[in-house]
């Protein structure tokens, strides 16, 4: 299939969301880019940055030194199995020796170029539900921009006197959020695409998507783990409705994407015959518990769509109803299985930035009913405006310019 007319038609009906990818990478870029065009002495070691910004800065130097599976990160030994996956690391690197860049230069690099993607897959999502470009350009800057609010909703009072008090920006945070950020809105964008549009899904399509779904867990187990659990209740909620096709073609994904899963599973059964394993797995933060995860987002991202919702903006209230249930059975898996993983993965990675797009969903709506077309273009204009202010005042002050 030629896919190239497809790009060429998205980019001319949609450059304003482009524009804005742009806006958000070089937003999210912008200290680094700063440091290397006024200060003399910076030869781009950007060690420090947001959080972990060492460790993965020192894993993509291991692919650029020749261990692409970063077995063993800090000491020699590199005969042993890897524990975290290193997809993420790989793409960044790679594509910094593409373009002759230093492992620190490649970190640098893709805090312009994944956010830029991650603009428009959030883009896209909050388009196919609503159809409405202010809301669907609003959702990216929300959540890229807007997760220390959702977070501590009172940074909003210092904001207004003109001082930013958040510690730099989330998204700027090398391969998680970053990498599999992107994932996670692409393939939230196909399944609603696919399931919730009443389209007839083809076989590439399955294939296509259990191979994307696939990749994820050697970029972000959390993000994988949680894809999975929705891949099961969208099948459940098939059966339920008697959509015999959907739930052909779900099975058909998830059998793609457990065959991809293969080499990650034969290689944590090897981990687990080195007597090291438990305690490097507790390291890892896994724990052995059965205590439940809740959450003022965790429960809200399911019961909102319940309460109330739009009524033009079809299939969504079902998308985010079942999307909210899949995140609070994964990040409640603990409570069957026993393993206990760090709950702050979840829900940095995948409650707030679903809750953030269920609520631009919602004020959009609200923007929407505003009858004066420029009055109304003012108004989600402003509210972009006002994000990216929010954001230029956070990453002045984690790096105190």
């Known amino acids: 299939m030629n896919f190239y007319p497809h790009i060429v038609t998205y980019l001319k009906k949609h450059w304003l969301a482009v524009a804005l990818g742009l806006c958000v990478g070089v937003m999210v870029v912008a200290p680094w880019a700063y440091f290397a065009l006024h200060e003399p002495s910076y030869r781009g070691i950007a060690l420090y940055g947001e959080a972990s910004e060492e460790y993965y800065t020192a894993r993509v130097r291991e692919v650029y030194d020749g261990d692409p599976f970063i077995r063993n990160l800090y000491t020699p030994f590199k005969d042993v199995p890897y524990l975290q996956t290193s997809l993420g690391e790989m793409l960044v690197a790679y594509g910094g020796m593409l373009l002759h860049l230093s492992a620190s230069g490649a970190i640098v690099a893709s805090k312009f170029f994944f956010p830029l993607l991650a603009t428009l897959c959030i883009y896209t999502l909050v388009f196919l539900i609503t159809r409405s470009r202010g809301s669907a350009l609003l959702a990216p800057a929300a959540v890229i921009f807007g997760v220390g609010l959702l977070s501590t909703p009172k940074n909003i009072f210092p904001f207004l006197q003109g001082i930013g008090v958040e510690d730099g920006l989330f998204w700027g945070r090398p391969i998680n959020p970053e990498v599999s950020g992107v994932l996670l809105f692409a393939i ?76 990650f599973i034969l290689n944590l059964l090897h981990a687990r015959t080195f007597a090291s394993y438990a305690n490097v797995a507790m390291q890892q933060g896994v724990a052995p518990l059965h205590t439940p995860e809740l959450g003022v987002w965790l429960i809200a991202l399911p019961l909102l769509p319940v309460l109330w919702w739009p009524k033009q903006y079809r299939g969504g209230r079902s998308f985010f109803i079942l999307t ?39 004020a959009g709506f609200w923007l929407e009913r505003i009858h004066n077309k420029w009055v109304r273009v003012e108004f989600f204009a402003a509210a972009i405006i006002g994000l990216f202010a929010y954001a230029a005042l956070a990453q002045v002050h984690f790096y105190d310019l």
């Open 324 to 362: 909210g249930l899949a995140l609070l059975l994964t990040a409640n898996q603990q409570i069957l299985t026993g393993i206990y993983e760090q709950p702050w993965h979840f829900h940095s990675y995948i409650t707030k930035p679903l809750a953030l797009t269920l609520l631009t969903i919602y």
């Open 188 to 263: 939230l964008a196909m399944i609603f695409h696919l399931y919730f549009r009443k389209v007839s899904p083809r076989p590439w399509h399955a294939l296509a998507l259990g191979i994307l779904i696939g990749v994820t867990l050697y970029v972000s187990v959390f993000t994988w783990a949680f894809v999975g659990v929705l891949l099961l209740v969208l099948s459940s909620y098939a059966l339920i409705q008697k959509r015999w096709r959907d739930l052909l073609h779900l099975c058909a994904t998830g059998s793609i994407a457990l065959i991809s899963a293969t080499p």
